[in-house]
Structures are given as structure tokens and as C-alpha cells.
């Protein structure tokens, strides 16, 4: 009997794009085996995505529900610890729930829920549950990010003054949600994606990574969206302004029709005694700027690092990690905080995003189609 | 006799620093020759400069006006063809103006005047005098700018989406203007500098630079401007939303106070068809992205370029021109205009900046100013 | 009961780097399970290792021998399917004879043995065996190398004339082997390691990138060897000329006395209508250039690719892969092949590099050693 | 009468690539006139060439022996003061041994002479003469490649043990000495250019910035060149290894037909306790690593430069300079030199390469053929 970790998943069947990426994210670090399934709100395709990744047939389930109350009536040390839940924006806030008032953990992925209704709602339910909560804000696991928070953190970089964060891609450039494209299709259909496309999908990660390394609040956002895909309701473009708490400014740039960009998200951070700049495409890099010194570039692994940062790299420096090891991660980090749970043991300070994460995300994007309707107003969060 | 143009200098006395790169950016291309100068208020300091120029000494004069007024009488094949105006900005109409009503052409350094009421009369004076006005917008003598700029215009792009523009830099981090620097006093001078400071000095650059490649009016902006250094009262920080005439968006991030930035000027200019991407600090590359194709950098002299990239390349590819270069391309055009005119020649499409660029300019520092002043309300330029 | 492999380790324990980039490499694609293993010549820290990674007591050996025979007692439906051996490169030959002698598939890392003989008993052990051989030359499993090698393939490059390949690191530029460190030390140690240092170490994984890009052999080469350590007798540096087998000629360039460098492979290859340029160390880009076009650069997922570099993507362009998902498609490869083999089917051309490679391997360090020994003399592979 | 520098230049008519350099690199400093000009042997393209360059008729020359003796009888202060001698290489050394002969200064285009027996009967001539003579090995101009110079002569890179050096062109990849196109074709014809094709118009450059970095002398070479194109009897392709005096190995990669390089000449500089790269396609930076320190970058009139970078400078840090400054700053250097020489001043370390850098490439070239010939056996230079 494995002692390992026992994850259930709900959506992320054939096909699936996150769903894959739950999955490697979660093997990778040897600490979590997936044991069942919900992968489709078809039965079939749910049952037929188990079986091709290997599970025992008894553990691919119709539907989440199912699994949920099937798995809580199994032994203690057979029975899934905790769901991964990689379903479109609406399906994330029933299955949430469900779990855990049944009492599992649960990994979920962004934006948290459909509303902002469903996310309030769904702190209280996690409060009384008392289980974990893990959303899967993956760039905040690569070691460069951790090294970033931690310079500003212990104020390296001085007062921070200005910033400046992209999330750029060029996926939706053309209408490919008519061609069945099913990324596509969901992420443009609010009934599904809720009131932010681009906001959402990516917005949402900007927001967090501004929030994560700089350790300030945004304060106010003045967001001018734009909706340029033939036949769109949703946002695919938004140019932003940034106030934040401590007087710093900034802007934000996200797009789905930035033709070209893959995954552009960069940021840079400008203190009065230093500034940093890091680029998810090339992670393993971040390029930092001083008053006194030449230009310094810290490389996962390499010289001068803080434990924050050192603490997360698997491989010597050169060997490049990459989208699914910062995934990893976040996987990595809560199934080592549950496992200190199962043991009843006290891990200081998790570090993963958690359903406070996921609360601001959704402010985030309220507020932005809120200012955006009014003309760019400046909108509170 | 040297059939070469001839230039007067108006500042760039020792120790200027913009002085120096017009003397050199007009000597690149062998058309010009600095043959008098008014190089500072100070007449000793200018008589001195002129010296250590290897000037003639009749022709080291004490003021801008002495020397336009006794140039003026000079032999039409001695006397100077024009003058090329360096001084702070409070210092470029009065010469300016006296130049052109005096039968002199003029190089003009930007923003073009301190106050906006300054750049509509210069725009009379000039319309009235007949003589031509080149105004240093430099950075659009780039041939990468130029391949830009063709690419955008042959419509290889396609329509025009999504602009992000910035101009970052962080020399005015500390309060350099406190310690006795020049270029830093008068910057952050409003008697010297007008009602913009980070504005004026880069971020017309920023706005010149967004409609020559696009060949688009920039229509309102919203500008939440910051003044960051201690005791300072213009502007060292900008952030801004873009609304094009063709109903494109972006932002501008303009900044004097960006830590470590040196001259990070750079643009990304993104269309339904095509995007494109260029970088001060590396001229020498256009990167470009496609719907269908792989990612294709230009380089000068290299392949595939437009007849408007490969004119303006000096030297072979790979043997990189830079700023001085760029800088040169605006004289040489100038100069290759002001030698057809002088022997009665027409030139079709003479390609550098003119007055109107430079009441352009003024328009967009007052927008901003104007927008900042309403919490960043939308303001049309 | 799980339809995945099973893998057995020998090597690998507590405090490993390549034995834990084996495990996560097997586990990214979820088509493997670690079963057992003998993870250290010393019995109780194997099994404390096992221990470490979940696995059953009874599945943790004392020794490969141990595990070799009592695995091929268990059932067919649980004993492990190969071996992965990630010892030190003496032991390499002994755990994969025993292996392939007693029925197991066998994954190796390189240099595949101590020294040629080894190579070419092992060769002959395999044949007779009839069982699969994968060796890690990991870098071979990058999307942007299968493009590199499809392109050469397919002729887009033309005749190829010249070939620029490093690999460079800097960790053994002080004596980090005496400081007790482990991976240092054995791989110092001529008893350990074999006649070569770098070499070996990474040597090897240049001459294979060459071959498999180019499709071409080396035909001579000539090496000059350095050994900067103090007390070192085995090479830490090596300059090489090649000459290929069509007349292409080139340099070699390794070190590990390259101080500051971390893992930087890298190769160029120029053909007379083409040229590439790839570089580990930013494995997601694949640098072009073209008689008559621009620059190109290719991405994973990206435009215009071959099915050899589409096959290997996981996941979007711009989410970088590195190092340890390249290694895992090494891994997949083998596993898809192996379960066509359990499943009696056929697999055409399976793309993992074998037994051949390893000879080569040894064949290239034996040459470049004897190269040396005559000053540098031109010697055939 | 102006105070500057009076140039004659030798060469470098209609259509020629290097005079022009040479004219912008003379010009950019305002040290320098051109005031007459033997640019052709066809004395009508001469001509032409002079009035072009809007130079006195009576300047314009028919030859360069002409140019040379009538210039010798006019004024002192009227006269040329050196010859700027930018021809193929098979015409340098009669116009730089008249030029000695009758008392005029010389600057001389690279590599110095046809053959080695001229680079010692020039450096004997020049001896006797007292006249100062640069050699264009424009690259050690840049800020950069100083900075690199003064950190390893102050030791900061400690004992130098590994270098990597290339100089890549693939402007010779097809037959463009057929098409009529002159750079090529006199580079390509052994009359003209000596025994050496890409040896002598790009290898020298790199033995030179190898030495002049370093400041350590190559001490043998192994040179495998190759002669790729169509009917062509010079090299066209070259790879060697290098032994420095010092005990450092290293290689040099040099080619005309590496298809798609534009002008790739970069160094890599291994210490015992630091390391430094440079690249001439992007100068304007200097990236240095370090035992203990991170990745740092330098840059002109950057942080932590030392005096000798910092002099070099022509502009604030982020505006970038090329190949033209560089080249400017060996005109700069050379004319500081001659006017303390004509003022009776003394300069303490001028810095140009020397007729000795002239000898030192003829003898790079001669070693280089001498070592292919005999299948690339070591040769000292």
C-alpha cells in the first residue's frame, strides 16, 4: 500500500489541457498517486479517460458526485485524500463545496468560482470544513518568483515605486471559438467563464503575481477593456492602471489578441534602491537593477539566492525547470502541508495560494469590468 | 571652399551633453560642417567651446543673436545654411523664431517649446518664413523603425489592435538635481523644462515614436502622472491608457525614477494580421510575429527588408549602428532636403521630423498634464 | 492492480542528482510506477530510500542482484518490467548484464560503460537478450533538437559544411572533489569514471547532439585535452576539431573548468542553404537563418513544425519545457515501445537512443583520449 | 583656417565598403578633416570620388604617389598631416612605405600587408621614419572590450585558463565573387588579399581581440581550414586550436560561409576566478560570472566600470553605440596621439594597435596556412 498522497480529479478528461497539466504537476515530485475520476460530465468519456490513465476501473466515476460520496464511504487508507478540480470556471464551486463538506481537501484551479457570490460563499464553507484549500496560481512556484518576493520582502529593493505587469497571448486572435476549438469555446461563453474572459484567464494571474512578490495590495484599478473578436461578449484586452496601497503605480497589460504572444506574462518591479524584472518564458532568469552596481542576474540554483528560492529548484543551475515544475510545485507545497496534517504535525508557514487567493481574484476582476464600464473610472478592489 | 552644408550651434557649450550628439550626429555623414556657434548664454564659456571645437574665432559669438544677425551678412557660400538649436527647452523659441525670420533653417532639439501658445506661433513664423524645421525626434531614424514603419503602412500587419509603448529610465532615482548636475537641474526646472518633466523629455519620444510606426493618431489618453523624487514638482513618472483614432488601445509607461532602466524605449505594436516588436537598447533588430509563420527577425542590410529600412543602413549587417547613427539619419534627411532646395531640386517625401511633430508633441504633454490634473480622466489631444 | 510499467531503480538513494531526475522524469508522463528498487551499494540506506519514496518495504533490495533475482520470481503482473540504473559510470555494466541476461528491459544512464570492452560485451549481451535498451542522452528529447533533426533530415539546411558544439560548465572549477562532495568526487576518480573526465560526463552528450541533429558521423577528430584541477588525472577541459563524414568540419568545445557556466550545451550547424543554432540552457527556441530570408525562430507548439517536434510538445507554446521533461521523453519513448512489445505490437520507428549510441559513446571518449595522448594527432572513432 | 587634423585618404573611392567607414569613424570626433584623397587607381573615379566627398578639386589626386609627393610641397599648416590607406590589402604597402618615406603619419586598414616579408620591411621602414602608424583593429574600441581588457589586468579574473573565440560571416556561403560583386572578389583572389582569405580580413581581428583582452601572446596554433566554396583557392572556413603562453587552451572558429551569420565575432575569457563574454553584434554589454557572486552585466557608462571603459564612452549609459564609435575611438586615440606629437606633448600609453599588431597578424595568418598545410599540426606563431 502506497503511502504516497491519493488524489481524485473532477474534469481534465481526454482532450483536456489543464487537466493533463494537474496530472504531470502532480506526479512529478513522487508525493501524490491519482486513485479516481471524474474527468467528464459524460460517463462515458469520464470512464474511458480513467481507464487510459491507467486507473482501476471501480475508480472511474460518472459524475463528481458519485465520486464524492463514493470515496467517503471507503477506508480510511484507500480513499482519496483530496480532489484536484480542473473543470471551466462554472463547474468549480459545486464541486468545491461538495468535497469539502464531505470532507476532503480540495485543489482547484483559477479564477475560483463564477461569481463573486460563489467565492465568499465558498470561503465560509472552507472555514467550516477546516480542510485545505490550494489554488493553483502556478507562477508564483518558480524559483525566480520565490527569490523576487523575497528580495522585495526583505527590502532589498527598497520602497517600491512603480510597476509594471503583461499578460500577453494571441491565441484568440482569430474567432477560433467557432471553429470547436473547446479551450476556446468555454472561455468565451460568460455563462461558463463568468463576467471576465481575458480578465479571468489570465488577468487574474497578473493580479496575484503583482500581489504575491511585491506583498502590496492593489488599491484602486482604472481598466479600459477591450472586446475585438468578431461576435464577442468578453473581454479579450484590457489596458489597466495600478494604484497600490503603499503609493506605488503602475500598469497592467493582458490580451488573448496580442498576435504572436504565446504566454507572455513579465513583471517588473521598481524600488528606490533596486528593481527587478522576470519573464515567464524564459523563468530562469531574474534580472535584477541597483543604484551602485552593474546589472545582476540570479539563475535558479546559482550564487547569492535566498532560501525562499533555493528551497524549490529539484535540478543544478542550468538545468532548466519550466511551466509544469513551478505547477509542481504548488502541489508540491500542499501535499506537504497535508501530509503534516494527517500526521498532526505543524508546517510554519504553507506556502501556496489559497482561497483568500481566490477572493481577490475575483475582486480583481469585478472591479475591473466595473471601471470599465465607467469609462475607466478608478475602481476600488 | 567646402561645398558641404554649413551649421551654427545654438548651446551645447562644454560639458552638454545633447550639444556633443548633434555636432557628432551631423559630422557622421560627411554633408555638414559645424562652422559657428553661440554655444552659451555665457559669452566667454561659448567663445571658449567654440575654440575647443577648432572653430575660426570670428565665428565664436556671444549670443544667439549676435551670431544670427552677423551671420546673416556674411557671403552667401560662408555664411552658415542653419542653425541647430540645443539649449533647454525655454531656450528653443526665441532662437527659433529669430533664426527663421532671418532667412536660416533650423534644427530644433524637443519637446519643440515651452508652452504650447510657443509651438502654434513657431508653427506661423515657420509656415510664414518658408524655411525648413527639423525637429530631433531621433529615435525614428532607426532603420528598424523604418522597416516598422513600412510594415504597418503596406499593411502587412493588418489593422492596428493593441500598442504598448514605454520609455524607462532611472538616472533621476536619487535627487541628482540636488548635487549640481545639469542635465537634472533644468529637467526638473518648470521655468526651464514647462509643465512637463518626464513628459517633455521622453515621453514625446514615447508618442512620436507610437505614431510614426502606426501611422495613427493617438486620440485621448488617461494619465495618472507621479512625482516621486523628494522636493520635486514636475512629473519623473507616467502611466498611461491609449485610445487610437482607429479604435486600437495600449498604455504608455514613461518613467525617470525606473531604477536601472538606462534608455529603455520599446515598443509592441500588435494587428489582426501581424505584430511587431522593437527596442532602443538593441536597435538593431525587428522581431516580428505571424499568424501562420514562425517568429522572423529583421536586421539592417539583412533580408527581406523595405526599400525605406535598407536606405538608411550605413554600414553592412551585423556591424551594429546605434544612437549617434539614428541621430545622424535625422540630419542627413535634413540635409539631403536643404541641398535640394538650395539647388532648386524637389524631393518627394523628405522623411524627418517637422514643426508639426514637434506642436504634436506639445499637445500631448498638455493632454496629460490636463488628464493627471482630473484623476486621469480620458483627455483628447 | 495499476496497467502501468514497472520500473526498478539501482542507484539512486538519498542525496542523489540523477536518480531523482530519473524518477521524475519516469513519472511526468504517468505511464510508469516505481516498483522497487537497490538504491545504494550500503542495504540499509537503500532501504531507507525506498522507505523516503513510499515504497513497499518488501520492494526495497539490499543489492541489484538481490533485486534482479527475486523480482523475476514474482508474478508477471507484478514484478518490475526494466531496470533504470543510475550509478556511477563503473556501475553501469554488471546491473545492466544481470538485467538484460535475467529478462528485464534496461534504461542506463552514460557513459554506458567504464571502458569499450564493457560497450561492446554489453552490446552483444543485449542482442542475444532481445531485450530493449534506452541510454539517457536526455538532450536528444527536446522538441526544438527534433526539429533541428528534422529539418537537417528533410534537407531544408542543405549540404551541411560547418558545426559549432559546447558543452560548458563551471563546477569543478575549484576542487570541489575534496571537499567531500559526491558527485565531484567519483566523477574525478579514474576507477569510477573511466579514462575520461568531461568527457565522459559531458563530452558524450555533445558528440551525440552532433550526430543525431546532423544524421552525420564524426569521422576524426582532434582533441587537446586540459586538466586545470589541482591533482586532477583525469580531463576537465577539451578542445577538439571534428571532421564529419561528408566532408563538414568543425570545433568541440567542453569544459568544467568554464567558471560561471551552468549547463550550457549548445550547437550550430551551417548547410549551405540553411543554418541552425540551439542552446540548452533556453531550450525553447530554435534560432534559423536563411539564404534569402529573415531570421526564423521556431518555439514548441509554435508555427510551421515538424510532427517530430509537434509529437514531443506537452503543453502551449510558451510554457516552457526543460530539463526534466526532455529526459521524460526519453522515458516516454521507451515506454510506448515497451508496451507495444508487451502488447506483441509493432513500433516503426521508436526514437530513443540504444545501445548503438552507447558504444558510440565509449568509442568517441577512447578516441579523444588517444587524440590527446599524440598531441592533439587526428584519430578516427 | 581650422585647427584639426588634416586627413588624405588612400582608396576608398565610388562603391568601396571600408573607406566609408573609415570617413564616418575620422568625422564622428571632430578632430578630423578629410582634406584630399587618392580613392582610386582609375584617376577619373577618383576624382569623382573626391568632388563627391565635397573636397577642393585641386585635393582630388589621380594616385596616391601623386597625392603623397605634391601634398609633401604645400604649407605646413595647409597640408595632410597622415594617410589614411583603406585599399585591398596587396596595395597597402607601397602607399604606407611612400607615405613613412616623405613624412606623412599613417593610418593603415587590416591585415597590414600582402605577406609577411612587407609587415617586416614596413615595421623597419617606420622605425627609421619617427611617424606614427595605427592599424584598424576597430574592435578594441568598443567600452566593453576595455573593460574586459582592465579586468583581467587588474586580476579580477584570475589565471586565464580556458578562451572561446569565434568570427563568424556568411556572406561568402554562395559564389558572390562570380556575380561581380568587389568585396568578394578581391578577397577571394590570392593577388590581392595573400595567402590568406578569411584568415586575414576576419581571423586577424580575432587573434587580435584574443591578445589584446587577454594581454597574453597565442603561443601555438592547429588550423584545419577549409575552402568551401565553388572554385575558390583561398580559405573560406577555419578551426583551430589555440595554446596561449600562459598554459590556457582554447579554440577559434572563423568563417565566410557560415550561412546566415552576419558579423559574429564574440569571446568567451575563462579565469580560476571569474569569466567574461563579449559580442560584437550587441557590444554594449559585458556579461562577467563569478565564483560567488551572480551573473553580472556591464555596460558603457554603466555602474563599477573601470577608467579605461569609462573613457570611451561617447554617451550616456542605454544609448547605444556601434561599430562606427568603435572604429571612431582607434581615429580618436590615434589623432590624441598625433596632435601631443605636433603640440611636443607627451601621451603616456596611447592606445591603437601598432604596425607590431600588423606584424603579429601577418605571422597569425602564416602560422595558421603553415599548420593546414601539414594537416593542422601545431605551429607557433
Same mark, same amino acid.
Not at 498522497?5 to 473532477?10: F, H, W, Y
Not at 484602486?220 to 461578449?233: C, K, P, S, T
Given at each position: 500500500?502506497?503511502?504516497?498522497?491519493?488524489?481524485?480529479?473532477?474534469?481534465?478528461?481526454?482532450?483536456?489541457?489543464?487537466?493533463?497539466?494537474?496530472?504531470?504537476?502532480?506526479?512529478?515530485?513522487?508525493?501524490?498517486?491519482?486513485?479516481?475520476g471524474a474527468f467528464s460530465s459524460n460517463a462515458d468519456k469520464s470512464i474511458q479517460s480513467g481507464k487510459d490513465l491507467f486507473l482501476a476501473e471501480n475508480r472511474c466515476y460518472a459524475s463528481f458526485k458519485e465520486m464524492i460520496l463514493t470515496e467517503k464511504q471507503l477506508l480510511e487508507?484507500?480513499?482519496?485524500?483530496?480532489?484536484?478540480?480542473?473543470?471551466?470556471?462554472?463547474?468549480?464551486?459545486?464541486?468545491?463545496?461538495?468535497?469539502?463538506?464531505n470532507g476532503f481537501h480540495v485543489v482547484c484551479d483559477?479564477?475560483?468560482?463564477?461569481?463573486?457570490?460563489?467565492?465568499?460563499?465558498?470561503?465560509?464553507?472552507?472555514?467550516?470544513?477546516?480542510?485545505?484549500f490550494a489554488l493553483t496560481h502556478n507562477y508564483t512556484g518558480h524559483p525566480m518568483v520565490k527569490q523576487a518576493k523575497a528580495m522585495v520582502a526583505n527590502g532589498d529593493l527598497g520602497e517600491i515605486r512603480k510597476i509594471q505587469v503583461q499578460y500577453l497571448q494571441g491565441w484568440l486572435s482569430t474567432s477560433v471559438e467557432k471553429t470547436g476549438q473547446k479551450q476556446a469555446s468555454w472561455r468565451t461563453?460568460?455563462?461558463?467563464?463568468?463576467?471576465?474572459?481575458?480578465l479571468g484567464d489570465i488577468g487574474t494571474h497578473a493580479e496575484n503575481l503583482v500581489e504575491y512578490i511585491?506583498?502590496?495590495?492593489?488599491?484602486?484599478?482604472?481598466?479600459?477593456?477591450?472586446? =475585438?473578436?468578431?461576435?464577442? $461578449?468578453?473581454? /479579450?484586452?484590457? &489596458?489597466?492602471?495600478?494604484?497600490?496601497?503603499n503609493g506605488a503605480k503602475g500598469t497592467m497589460s493582458i490580451s488573448q489578441i496580442a498576435l504572436g504572444e504565446e504566454n507572455n506574462l513579465a513583471i517588473k518591479v521598481y524600488g528606490k534602491k533596486g528593481s527587478l524584472e522576470w519573464h515567464q518564458e524564459n523563468p530562469n532568469e531574474l534580472i535584477t537593477h541597483w543604484l551602485e552596481e552593474p546589472v545582476k542576474i540570479f539563475t535558479p540554483n546559482g550564487n547569492d539566492l535566498y532560501p525562499e528560492a533555493l528551497n524549490v529548484s529539484r535540478i543544478p543551475a542550468g538545468h532548466p525547470e519550466g511551466y509544469l515544475e513551478a505547477f509542481a510545485t504548488i502541489y508540491k507545497n500542499f501535499a506537504t502541508h497535508l501530509m503534516a496534517v494527517k500526521n498532526n504535525e505543524i508546517i510554519e508557514k504553507p506556502d501556496y495560494p489559497t482561497i483568500k487567493d481566490g477572493v481577490r481574484g475575483m475582486? =480583481?476582476?469585478?472591479?475591473? $469590468?466595473?471601471? /470599465?464600464?465607467? &469609462?475607466?473610472?478608478?475602481?476600488?478592489?
Amino acid at each position: 500500500m502506497s503511502r504516497k498522497l491519493r488524489m481524485g480529479m473532477i474534469g481534465g478528461g481526454i482532450g483536456s489541457f489543464i487537466g493533463d497539466v494537474h496530472r504531470k504537476a502532480a506526479a512529478i515530485d513522487g508525493m501524490i498517486d491519482l486513485v479516481c475520476g471524474a474527468f467528464s460530465s459524460n460517463a462515458d468519456k469520464s470512464i474511458q479517460s480513467g481507464k487510459d490513465l491507467f486507473l482501476a476501473e471501480n475508480r472511474c466515476y460518472a459524475s463528481f458526485k458519485e465520486m464524492i460520496l463514493t470515496e467517503k464511504q471507503l477506508l480510511e487508507d484507500v480513499k482519496m485524500d483530496f480532489v484536484a478540480i480542473v473543470t471551466p470556471n462554472h463547474m468549480h464551486f459545486e464541486p468545491a463545496k461538495l468535497a469539502l463538506e464531505n470532507g476532503f481537501h480540495v485543489v482547484c484551479d483559477k479564477p475560483m468560482t463564477l461569481t463573486i457570490e460563489q467565492a465568499l460563499e465558498l470561503e465560509e464553507v472552507q472555514k467550516k470544513s477546516g480542510k485545505l484549500f490550494a489554488l493553483t496560481h502556478n507562477y508564483t512556484g518558480h524559483p525566480m518568483v520565490k527569490q523576487a518576493k523575497a528580495m522585495v520582502a526583505n527590502g532589498d529593493l527598497g520602497e517600491i515605486r512603480k510597476i509594471q505587469v503583461q499578460y500577453l497571448q494571441g491565441w484568440l486572435s482569430t474567432s477560433v471559438e467557432k471553429t470547436g476549438q473547446k479551450q476556446a469555446s468555454w472561455r468565451t461563453d460568460p455563462k461558463k467563464s463568468g463576467i471576465g474572459g481575458a480578465l479571468g484567464d489570465i488577468g487574474t494571474h497578473a493580479e496575484n503575481l503583482v500581489e504575491y512578490i511585491t506583498g502590496l495590495k492593489i488599491d484602486e484599478i482604472a481598466a479600459d477593456l477591450g472586446v =475585438f473578436g468578431d461576435d464577442r $461578449v468578453l473581454d /479579450d484586452d484590457g &489596458n489597466l492602471l495600478l494604484r497600490m496601497e503603499n503609493g506605488a503605480k503602475g500598469t497592467m497589460s493582458i490580451s488573448q489578441i496580442a498576435l504572436g504572444e504565446e504566454n507572455n506574462l513579465a513583471i517588473k518591479v521598481y524600488g528606490k534602491k533596486g528593481s527587478l524584472e522576470w519573464h515567464q518564458e524564459n523563468p530562469n532568469e531574474l534580472i535584477t537593477h541597483w543604484l551602485e552596481e552593474p546589472v545582476k542576474i540570479f539563475t535558479p540554483n546559482g550564487n547569492d539566492l535566498y532560501p525562499e528560492a533555493l528551497n524549490v529548484s529539484r535540478i543544478p543551475a542550468g538545468h532548466p525547470e519550466g511551466y509544469l515544475e513551478a505547477f509542481a510545485t504548488i502541489y508540491k507545497n500542499f501535499a506537504t502541508h497535508l501530509m503534516a496534517v494527517k500526521n498532526n504535525e505543524i508546517i510554519e508557514k504553507p506556502d501556496y495560494p489559497t482561497i483568500k487567493d481566490g477572493v481577490r481574484g475575483m475582486q =480583481f476582476i469585478y472591479a475591473a $469590468v466595473s471601471s /470599465d464600464k465607467n &469609462n475607466a473610472a478608478w475602481t476600488t478592489l
